[in-house]
């Protein structure tokens, strides 16, 4: 089991900056990736960004050359720096982690989730 808590989530201007922090805890060394989803009103949740084990990176169309996913695995914990961030970015952002049992066999965790809102 994996327990994932968020924190970081603010009302912020448009083209301002925020960094999400997740902390997990747990059974974290089964860890494979962890990453960022987001879920606006109406709408289906969605992948931003997320970071393997081994420190590669995929962002969203919609993150990528704005924002930054990183991983501290001393630390236990994955960071999301949103620069530059429009109205359409908000929503509720959960942070994910992934344990892979197989290649076609795998087990997500879900934190809570943290409100992000940018006003214009």
């Known amino acids: 089991q994996v327990q994932l808590v968020e924190s970081g989530g603010a009302l912020v201007q448009a083209g301002g900056s925020l960094r999400l922090s997740c902390a997990a805890s747990?059974?974290?060394?089964?860890?494979?990736?962890m990453g960022w989803y987001r879920q606006a009103p109406g709408k289906q949740r969605e992948l931003v960004a997320h970071?393997?084990?081994?420190?590669?990176?995929y962002y969203a169309d919609s993150a990528e050359g704005r924002f930054t996913i990183s991983r501290a695995n001393a630390k236990n914990t994955v960071y999301l720096q949103m620069s530059s961030l429009k109205p359409e970015d908000t929503a509720v952002y959960y942070c994910?982690?992934?344990?892979?049992?197989?290649?076609?066999?795998?087990?997500?965790?879900w934190g809570q989730g943290t409100q992000v809102t940018v006003a214009s």
């Open positions: 994910n982690a992934r344990v892979e049992v197989s290649a076609v066999r795998w087990y997500d965790y």
């Open positions: 747990g059974s974290i060394n089964s860890i494979n990736t």
């Open positions: 970071i393997t084990s081994g420190g590669s990176t």
